[in-house]
């Protein structure tokens, strides 16, 4: 029933495969903490990212980044463009983001243009709030009977009649 193989083995024994790196849609990247500045702060000027940025503090100016966090703890008075905005803090301006959420504890002076808002019971807002034309799908070609004109006769010269 068993029986032993009598062939023989190799000596040579095979490395283990090399690993290979993975491919970069594979890879998990960690997510980077958001850039904070602290309630003990007070910051005018302008501020520009393209990542997370959270203010605990006071700041005065305009701001653009992926994500915007006002804490509790924050005033902010200025402009701000971003894509992603969460309030629960005080601000005085005009907001453009996809997203806006306003919590119960926010109180916001000011213009809203939005895709998506969300004003929970108890928050102040004063100011007006309008919703953002959808982006544009990408625009197909036109089609091709649109792109010809009427039809065009062409017509030969009358010969001089004698």
Known sequence: MF????????????????????????????PRPASVLASDLVFEGHIRGKGELQIDGVFSGDIEARRLLVAH??????TIRCEVVEIRGRVKGDIQANVVKIYET???EGDV???QLSV????????????MAP????????SP??????????TAAAEPVD
């Open 120 to 131: 929970d019971a108890g928050a102040v807002f004063e100011g007006r709030s309008q919703r």
């Open 145 to 154: 009977h649109l792109l010809e004109g009427p039809p065009v006769l062409e």
């Open 3 to 30: 029986s032993r193989n009598n062939e023989t083995r190799s000596s040579v024994s095979e490395a283990p495969p090399t690993p290979q790196p993975e491919p970069a849609a594979q890879r998990r990247t960690t």
């Open 106 to 108: 926010a109180h916001v």
């Open 73 to 78: 703890s924050a005033r902010i008075e200025g």
């Open 135 to 142: 982006e544009p799908e990408a625009a197909s070609p036109p």
């Open 113 to 115: 243009l939005h895709r």
